[in-house]
């Protein structure tokens, strides 16, 4: 299996340093696993509910700047690790397989910070091969325990998938697992729960890795929504 070393190796990067060798040299550095939280479900929920209440603000906010001042709030209350150390590793303690849509940017909405978080998107979040393999590598090489699949709230990708209208060939590609999980009389909001949830059974279903690690619990996987309106997360 790839491992840290090998990976780095074959990038050309040097390994030393990174693997707590235990060389004094290195003794004093942080520790890049030094701001994972204990629950990561949890710290995603409570960052999410720090984000939603300054979201919130922000809507009752009169003023651009008004709505500014509301959102200043966020990345006060995070753990940062020091660039120096982050240049060399990262340790990201969730990773979030979500949309595209500009509104659903997952360090804003759980109040995240650079190596928190190791985020997929693409439009409609759907389990494509090349999402599926980056969480291997996020699971194998990063040790990431957990991966969260979100839809949200008004999908347009969900939407172009349910109508009738041509899309080019590589959009179809894209939403035809969604197409295929169509249900007749199914609203738009059933739908994009529904996409998510399947997304996160694929996972496993398509990568024995992923399929190992949850067996192992060394790996949880979940799905949730983002409605945009109120800027909350709710686990599907
Ligand atoms: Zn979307």
């Given at each position: 299996m790839l491992n840290r070393r090998s990976f780095l190796l074959g990038c050309g990067v040097t390994a030393t340093g990174l693997l707590?060798?235990?060389a004094s040299a290195q003794a004093a550095e942080p520790d890049v696993?030094?701001?994972?939280?204990?629950d990561p479900l949890q710290a995603l929920l409570q960052g999410n509910a720090r984000f939603a209440a300054a979201w919130q603000a922000s809507d009752a906010a009169s003023t651009a700047e008004n709505r500014a001042e509301a959102m200043a709030?966020?990345?006060?209350?995070n753990c940062y690790l020091p660039p120096s150390t982050l240049q060399d590793a990262q340790a990201p303690w969730a990773s979030v397989l979500c949309?595209?849509?500009?509104?659903?940017?997952p360090e804003w909405i759980f109040d995240a910070v650079p190596s928190d978080l190791f985020v997929i998107r693409s439009?409609?979040?759907?389990?494509?091969k090349e999402a599926i393999a980056s969480l291997e590598y996020a699971v194998s090489v990063?040790?990431?325990?957990l991966i969260l699949v979100m839809g949200h709230s008004r999908c347009g990708a969900i939407t172009a998938a349910r109508s009738n209208a041509p899309l080019t060939p590589l959009l179809d590609e894209l939403v035809a697992p969604i197409r295929a999980n169509r249900m007749p009389g199914q609203t738009l909001d059933a739908a994009i729960r529904a996409n998510a949830r399947h997304t996160a059974e694929q996972l496993t279903q398509r990568s024995a890795l992923l399929a190992d690690a949850v067996a192992s619990a060394q790996l949880s996987i979940h799905s949730a929504y983002f409605d945009i309106g109120t800027g909350t997360v709710s686990m599907i």
């Amino acid at each position: 299996m790839l491992n840290r070393r090998s990976f780095l190796l074959g990038c050309g990067v040097t390994a030393t340093g990174l693997l707590g060798s235990g060389a004094s040299a290195q003794a004093a550095e942080p520790d890049v696993r030094a701001c994972r939280p204990a629950d990561p479900l949890q710290a995603l929920l409570q960052g999410n509910a720090r984000f939603a209440a300054a979201w919130q603000a922000s809507d009752a906010a009169s003023t651009a700047e008004n709505r500014a001042e509301a959102m200043a709030g966020l990345w006060q209350d995070n753990c940062y690790l020091p660039p120096s150390t982050l240049q060399d590793a990262q340790a990201p303690w969730a990773s979030v397989l979500c949309c595209a849509d500009s509104r659903v940017s997952p360090e804003w909405i759980f109040d995240a910070v650079p190596s928190d978080l190791f985020v997929i998107r693409s439009a409609g979040n759907t389990a494509f091969k090349e999402a599926i393999a980056s969480l291997e590598y996020a699971v194998s090489v990063l040790k990431t325990p957990l991966i969260l699949v979100m839809g949200h709230s008004r999908c347009g990708a969900i939407t172009a998938a349910r109508s009738n209208a041509p899309l080019t060939p590589l959009l179809d590609e894209l939403v035809a697992p969604i197409r295929a999980n169509r249900m007749p009389g199914q609203t738009l909001d059933a739908a994009i729960r529904a996409n998510a949830r399947h997304t996160a059974e694929q996972l496993t279903q398509r990568s024995a890795l992923l399929a190992d690690a949850v067996a192992s619990a060394q790996l949880s996987i979940h799905s949730a929504y983002f409605d945009i309106g109120t800027g909350t997360v709710s686990m599907i």
